[in-house]
């Protein structure tokens, strides 16, 4: 968390943004970097600052911006799911796994993100940069489901958002695909990967 607070990114969707700012930011995510991704929201929320406005203006609009970043489909997915939170859920989006994944272009990780970030609850949500992170620290594979659940089982109540988002930007920015960059890494002192390849952090605290 140290190095979180001194080297996390800072994107416009973390802050709080509700449950629309949420959505627009995870469904523009999908398969898309998030500078890219960023330079959407900014369009999107300026020029639809609220779930009634973007409801109202439709597919159409919506679709210039996601066609912009190769995601033309995701839009019609967006307001679908935005106008029928607004008109099945009163505008207030649904705490509950089954009804999450059951707005359009809503799946497993989008739920899980909604949950923690909006709904305040324990859930992690793990991404190929979460999986990475773990896989490599822990120096076997497991799959999306189970780090999720050593995530939950592991990390206090009420540490495991930052947790997670840390674990996002640790993956992003340090254990990339194709690159590691141990010397630099707050885990390097307990991580297989690194240890393994004879890596270590000077000057770092253990933990
Ligand atoms: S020490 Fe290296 S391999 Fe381990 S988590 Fe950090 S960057 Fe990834």
Redesign the pocket.
């Known amino acids: 968390m140290e190095w979180f607070r001194e080297s996390g990114r800072k994107f416009p969707w973390r802050g709080e943004v509700g449950w629309y700012g949420v959505l627009l930011a995870e469904f523009l995510l999908v398969r898309t970097r998030s500078e890219v991704a960023e330079r959407a929201f900014y369009e999107l929320i300026s020029r639809f600052p609220t779930p009634e406005a973007l409801c109202l203006a439709g597919v159409a609009p919506v679709r210039e911006v996601f066609k912009r970043i190769g995601l033309p489909s995701r839009a019609e997915r967006l307001v679908a799911t935005v106008c029928k939170v607004l008109k099945e859920h009163g505008g207030a989006i649904p705490c509950d796994y089954r009804e999450l994944v059951r707005l359009p272009g809503v799946g497993d990780y989008i739920a899980r993100v909604v949950l923690s970030r909006v709904c305040g609850e324990h859930v992690a949500f793990v991404d190929g940069n979460v999986l990475?992170?773990i896989s490599?620290?822990l120096g076997f594979k497991l799959g999306l489901a189970e780090v999720a659940e050593l995530l939950e089982k592991s990390v206090p109540k009420g540490e495991l958002l930052n947790v997670n988002v840390a674990l996002l930007d640790?993956g992003a920015l340090?254990?990339k695909p194709q690159k590691?960059?141990?010397p630099l890494?707050?885990?390097?002192l307990r991580?297989?990967?690194?240890l393994r390849a004879g890596?270590v952090r000077s000057g770092v605290k253990s933990f």
């Open positions: 990475r992170v490599r620290f640790l340090l254990c590691t960059l141990c890494c707050p885990l390097s991580c297989f990967t690194s890596n």
